[in-house]
Nanobody
């Protein structure tokens, strides 16, 4: 499975960005997809997750009401719509996929999001 993120960039505080994660390869048994982020000098943290098929979502408290995770099954692509961005949202954002059959996780290469004040 290959995961490729895109959509990062530089935005002013209060602005919006939409990240994409395109999945390819043997994705038939992927059952969870998530967005993580890692700021300089900090540990990687979970931002949001979505259950494939069921569509249930979950968010970290620090993004609730501002970020929305979604997935287009036809395009095999996951999205993260980020609104009302804050400087503390600056980080490298990573796409993660969990294969429930093979009990394996996959990671994308990351995309940089920088929010300026």
């Amino acid at each position: 499975v290959q995961l490729v993120e895109s959509g990062g960039g530089l935005v002013q505080a209060g602005g919006s960005l939409r990240l994409s994660c395109a999945a390819s390869g043997s994705t038939f048994s992927i059952n969870v997809m998530r967005w993580y982020r890692q700021a300089p000098g900090k540990q990687r943290e979970l931002v949001a997750g979505i259950i494939i098929g069921g569509g249930s979502t979950k968010y970290a408290d620090f993004v609730k009401g501002r970020f929305t995770i979604s997935r287009d099954s036809a395009k095999n692509t996951m999205y993260l719509q980020m609104n009302s961005l804050k400087t503390e949202d600056t980080a490298v954002y990573y796409c993660n996929a969990v294969d429930g059959l093979l009990l394996t996780e996959y990671w994308g290469q990351g995309t940089q999001v920088t929010v300026s004040s």
